[in-house]
């Protein structure tokens, strides 16, 4: 991810052998991760059986939080792409029982349709 992408909000893919070692401990048994999504210090991890979104806190980034979202949770979800100006694109989730939707920005190079490909193959089982 570059620099310049972090400070812009923009997310990027990152290469799942990567974070295995760091984020497997929060796996279940027969759970893999599928993708991985980096956002200035955050991740947002698509597995076989759910959406893990990390929170890294405070300037360390010792304390995190995972947020699990079982695929069956979610109810609706949008693409937004990348135009001429405007230039990222964007990723909407809305969770059962939530109003708003969970919104991810990811940059111009990234492929918004094979995000939201994972994720309608696991939603719309």
Same mark, same amino acid.
């Given at each position: 991810?570059? /620099?310049?992408?972090?400070?812009?909000?923009?997310?990027?893919?990152?290469?799942?052998?990567?974070? /295995?070692?760091?984020?497997?401990?929060?796996?279940?048994?027969?759970?893999?991760?599928?993708?991985?999504?980096?956002?200035?210090?955050?991740?947002?991890?698509?597995?076989?059986?759910?959406?893990?979104?990390?929170?890294?806190?405070?300037?360390?980034?010792?304390?995190?939080?995972?947020?699990?979202?079982?695929?069956?949770?979610? /109810?609706?979800?949008?693409?937004?792409?990348?135009?001429?100006?405007?230039?990222?694109?964007?990723?909407?989730?809305?969770?059962?029982?939530?109003?708003?939707?969970?919104?991810?920005?990811?940059?111009?190079?990234?492929?918004?349709?094979?995000?939201?490909?994972?994720?309608?193959?696991?939603?719309?089982?």
């Amino acid at each position: 991810m570059g /620099i310049l992408d972090g400070m812009m909000g923009n997310a990027s893919e990152v290469k799942v052998e990567n974070i /295995i070692k760091e984020y497997g401990k929060v796996l279940a048994n027969g759970e893999q991760i599928e993708k991985a999504y980096q956002l200035i210090r955050d991740m947002f991890i698509f597995t076989n059986k759910r959406l893990i979104l990390v929170d890294k806190q405070g300037v360390t980034a010792k304390k995190q939080e995972y947020h699990s979202i079982p695929y069956k949770s979610i /109810i609706h979800f949008s693409i937004e792409t990348a135009g001429h100006l405007d230039l990222d694109a964007e990723l909407k989730i809305w969770v059962s029982g939530s109003a708003t939707p969970i919104q991810k920005q990811f940059n111009k190079s990234l492929n918004i349709y094979e995000v939201q490909s994972v994720l309608a193959s696991y939603v719309l089982k």
